[in-house]
DNA sequence: ATTAATTTTCAATATTTTTTGAAAGTTCAA
DNA sequence: TTGAACTTTCAAAAAATATTGAAAATTAAT
């Protein structure tokens, strides 16, 4: 295969994956186009080889800066802003896993703490289920909750390697 | 808070979250309905209680079935099936990781090793970086699809055991 | 201050996804 | 076999989401 079909195939890839799981196909598809690029691009650039509008290549980038994944550069004598990404891919799942985790696990969370705490018949078939899955899931939530909070101070190599040596 | 609002509250969060991570809202909102139902449910049960139509409700169950995530019932003398949600909590996870990897994760690593096998000039930036941040997430990917297979076989005590050892 | 380059905004439009509901299909007891 | 109970299908409609593009706002060099 060709360096360019594979590029375009990664972009393909990146942007199905990320709309399988709830992020904007573009967005991934942004991303996936500057973690490719050596160099940083230009909105211009990126609005042509995605061929996408301006008004949609303006908020996608904004949105990605908002979740850490690339940053804006500027260059001397130059006008035009340049968009270049992170590209140390540890970084980048901590950084997705942090703010999902604020984003959508916390709120979970708290509203599962709300629903525990209800009080009511023990008898009640209704009530005992209620509470049982509730509960369940919540001690689950917490989990996930605490694991992800330590990875996200953890480095890589460690991380894998613990993971590795408990699965042995 | 009463019983009843806290069901609903719990649907609405369950649904939510869902839509969040790429689940049909309406799919994960009638697997929270059976999950805290202490018994099996019609479909003209479902539809009343969600206010959805039969067809929906229809085609969503027969999705949650196809995740293993419920079981059709029948009871002696009854034309009507009941739909009853397994109350695992942790075999739940394993169920819907075990899913997404098949159809998500799966097809990406397979791409992704394609892409990894590009041969291209070393002295080009171009190829440097595309190869090098492919071959990055490819092994991101690997080490959450090996930590996924074990966690499909883990027992749920083990495994957060394990986990949360390692990170003492 | 002016202006040309560039970025941002957002109402309108297009696309994708989900839902509906009625018709067709199935099942089984009589 | 018939027909009532129930399930499935799927084309059409509705709802949700994403995209466009042109006007407005901003910026910085002169």
Redesign the pocket.
């Known amino acids: 295969m060709e360096l360019a079909q594979g590029k375009q195939k990664f972009i393909e890839a990146w942007g199905r994956l990320g709309?399988e799981w709830g992020i904007?196909?573009?967005m991934a598809q942004v991303h996936a186009l500057l973690l490719i690029s050596p160099e940083a691009l230009?909105?211009e650039e990126i609005m042509e080889q995605l061929?996408?509008?301006?008004?949609?290549a303006?908020?996608t980038l904004?949105d990605l800066i908002g979740w850490g994944l690339i940053e804006k550069q500027h260059r001397a004598g130059?006008?035009?802003?340049y968009f270049y990404a992170e590209k140390d891919v540890w970084l980048i799942a901590r950084q997705v896993a942090q703010e999902r985790k604020k984003r959508e696990l916390d709120p979970v969370l708290k509203v599962l703490n709300e629903l525990s705490s209800i009080k009511g018949d023990e008898k009640d078939p209704e009530y005992k289920t209620f509470k049982k899955s509730v509960g369940d899931i919540n001690k689950l939530a917490k989990n996930v909750d605490k694991t992800l909070a330590t990875m996200m101070k953890a480095e890589e190599s460690w991380f894998w390697g613990s993971i590795f040596k408990m699965f042995k």
């Open positions: 709309s904007n196909r573009t230009t909105t061929s996408i509008s301006r008004g949609n303006n908020m904004r130059e006008r035009k802003e």
